[in-house]
């Protein structure tokens, strides 16, 4: 995702707090945090949307697959899959779903129960759910004490 490695620790979440302070949410270069999750590994962007960034989700994607979600106060859902550098599914929910990608209804079985259908409006939580259902994503915050690696991200370039 493009670390700034003189910024890549192992932080608790008061050390995060500590080192990154007011950046933490930084639009620019976001804070990033990560853990794992049975198979999966997944990245905290504390800010900014690098992880919706086809060029990133292309690389992070390569040899494996990737998802992407992003939430923010407008409030609008992001949500990209990709499957070794290529972008299978993305819609963003500020308009009515609008699936792209290379198959943009691959994940239609999962999305139809939760009204991610064509032209509609999608719920506050269908986003989440899906990444939940399609793939068993669980994210969960860090457990008090707990550490995690981390680092601030290098601006995207234009």
Do not use: C
């Not at 999966?40 to 949307?49: C, D, Y």
């Not at 919706?52 to 292309?58: G, K, P, T």
């Not at 259902?133 to 981390?150: I, K």
Request: zero cysteines.
């Amino acid at each position: 995702m493009g670390v700034d490695p003189d910024t890549l620790a192992v932080y608790d979440s008061e050390e995060l707090e500590d080192e990154f302070g007011d950046t933490l949410f930084d639009e620019d270069e976001p804070v990033v945090t990560t853990g794992t999750d049975g198979p999966w590994t997944w990245a905290w962007e504390w800010g900014g949307r690098h992880g919706l960034d086809e060029r990133i989700l292309r690389a992070v994607s390569r040899g494996t697959e990737a998802v992407a979600l992003h939430y923010n106060e407008k409030p609008m859902h992001g949500f990209r899959y990709a499957v070794d550098g290529d972008v299978v599914v993305g819609f963003d929910t500020l308009r009515p779903v609008a699936p792209t990608g290379l198959d943009p209804w691959r994940l239609g079985p999962y999305m139809r129960p939760l009204g991610l259908t064509a032209g509609q409006a999608a719920g506050p939580h269908a986003v989440l759910a899906l990444a939940e259902n399609a793939f068993g994503l669980r994210v969960t915050p860090a457990g008090d004490g707990e550490r995690r690696w981390g680092g601030s991200l290098r601006a995207l370039p234009a």
